[in-house]
């Protein structure tokens, strides 16, 4: 049934703007741009496109690199019968201004906290899929008082004290022979969103699918995807993981062909009273390819007392 599964995210991409209807969208001082259906806040420096659905306790999702909040079809229909809902583009992609100027991860998380203030939220539930999750760790760290709970998924701490890319990707790239930061840092990003969507997934149909929709994005978005992979190379957190109070949730799939193994240990073992997850035979992208059990892991989770 991967081939249904498959039809049912893509056509959910392609129709998620038509399903919006905003909630609690704060308007105060002329901080919100209506575009179409899509709202637009002014944070941080740049314009960020988002989406709220459904009510209760918020719940924020940062979605990795290179992809926008469209991606997150797997989740939100089933999220928005319990949660409200917040989805954006991170700066470099979609709906959001691409600038120029360096990114990094910190400037993101920045970003998120400047539009839960401008959409009216003091403090949310965070959910951070690979480079999101890295922005989700900042978020914990300098932002305590903003966070409910935080769930890190198919992500790591970076920093020099361990390999964070598998082999399978540093073989992908062309850097068998050992390689340095620097050598990342001069890796074109379109062949690496390349080789990261084709490694992401397991299953030879959603390689097929996202490996096209990466190219047209990497074809038309250099800017912003070179800026949000100098954010990635910069991330490192691993010496103030014990800084984060939210309880948290790190889950990771056994069989992730793009962070190394040992990453979602290594975080869990590092955040006080982290409970860690590891999804057999999950990818990189398991909150695509294995949607009910990854939903059903971040619900129980947040559920609990």
Same mark, same amino acid.
């Given at each position: 049934?991967? &081939? ?11 129709? &998620? ?7 609690? =969208? ?16 002014? !944070? ?27 991606? &997150? ?5 089933? %999220? ?55 922005? =989700? ?37 062309? %850097? ?19 080789? =990261? ?61 793009? !962070? =190394? ?25 398991? %909150? ?12 129980? %989770?947040?559920?609990?007392?």
């Amino acid at each position: 049934m991967v &081939w249904l599964t498959t039809s049912v995210v893509v056509c959910e991409l392609v129709q &998620w703007d038509s399903q919006y209807q905003p909630v609690g =969208a704060d308007t105060r001082q002329n901080s919100l741009i209506e575009e179409g259906k899509v709202p637009k806040a002014k !944070v941080n420096g740049i314009t960020i496109g988002y989406k709220v659905d459904g009510q209760g306790e918020p719940l924020v999702m940062i979605m990795g690199f290179s992809l926008s909040r469209r991606y &997150w079809a797997p989740q939100t229909p089933t %999220f928005k019968k319990h949660y409200q809902v917040i989805t954006f583009d991170n700066r470099g992609v979609g709906k959001t201004d691409k600038p120029t100027e360096p990114y990094t991860v910190k400037t993101m998380a920045d970003d998120t906290i400047g539009l839960m203030d401008r959409v009216g939220i003091d403090r949310a539930h965070i959910l951070g899929i690979s480079m999101g999750g890295m922005v =989700a760790q900042e978020i914990a760290i300098n932002y305590p008082e903003r966070v409910g709970k935080l769930l890190l998924a198919s992500t790591y701490a970076g920093g020099h004290e361990m390999e964070v890319t598998s082999p399978e990707m540093v073989k992908a790239v062309g %850097f068998e022979g050992g390689y340095s930061e620097d050598d990342m840092s001069r890796l074109a990003a379109g062949k690496l969103t390349g080789s =990261a969507v084709s490694l992401s997934f397991n299953s030879r149909l959603y390689r097929l699918i996202f490996a096209l929709l990466a190219k047209i994005c990497a074809s038309i978005n250099i800017v912003g995807l070179t800026g949000q992979l100098e954010a990635v190379l910069s991330h490192n957190t691993l010496s103030r993981l014990h800084m984060i109070k939210a309880p948290t949730l790190v889950i990771a799939g056994t069989e992730d062909r793009v !962070v =190394a193994p040992g990453c979602s240990d290594k975080l869990a073992s590092m955040i006080p009273n982290a409970r860690l997850v590891k999804v057999e035979g999950g990818s990189h992208a398991l %909150f695509m390819e294995m949607r009910g059990r990854f939903n059903r892991e971040v619900l129980d %989770f947040l559920r609990r007392g």
